[in-house]
């Protein structure tokens, strides 16, 4: 069974800095991108990064891409999301969800999420003084 568990969630205040973790089973990570998610109440889920497992190509959300970085371990079977300088806006449950890697050759962004067949609980992220 395809399992993708996140780890590392909380409550930061604004600027500090939080590493999101995605463990992975039931898949060899080199065959898959994952991306990393979120969704904040009243909001559509959106795209924050991905990455290549193979490559380690990696695509940003514009108002992500200075401040994030995303990262994969096939030794561990999971992917990681480094967060710094967090803002308030960053505040909503991430998720990690993975893809098929091939599409990853054919974009120059996040793929839409509905290419996402397999999708982890979620996670809370919480910025706020």
């Known amino acids: 069974q395809v399992q993708l568990v996140e780890s590392g969630g909380g409550l930061v205040q604004p600027g500090g800095s939080l590493r999101l973790s995605c463990a992975v089973s039931?898949?060899?990570?080199?065959?898959?991108?994952i991306g990393w998610f979120r969704q904040a109440p009243g909001k559509d889920r959106e795209g924050v990064a991905c990455?290549?497992?193979?490559?380690?190509?990696?695509l940003y959300r514009d108002s992500v891409k200075e401040r994030f970085t995303v990262s994969s371990d096939s030794a561990k079977n999971t992917v990681y999301l480094q967060m710094f300088s967090l803002k308030p806006e960053d505040t909503a449950v991430y998720y990690c969800a993975a893809v098929d890697r091939r599409w990853m050759q054919v974009v120059n962004a996040i793929p839409h999420r509905a290419y996402f067949d397999n999708w982890g609980q979620g996670i809370q992220v919480t910025v706020s003084p």
């Open positions: 990455i290549d497992s193979r490559t380690n190509r990696t």
């Open positions: 039931g898949l060899t990570l080199e065959d898959y991108a």
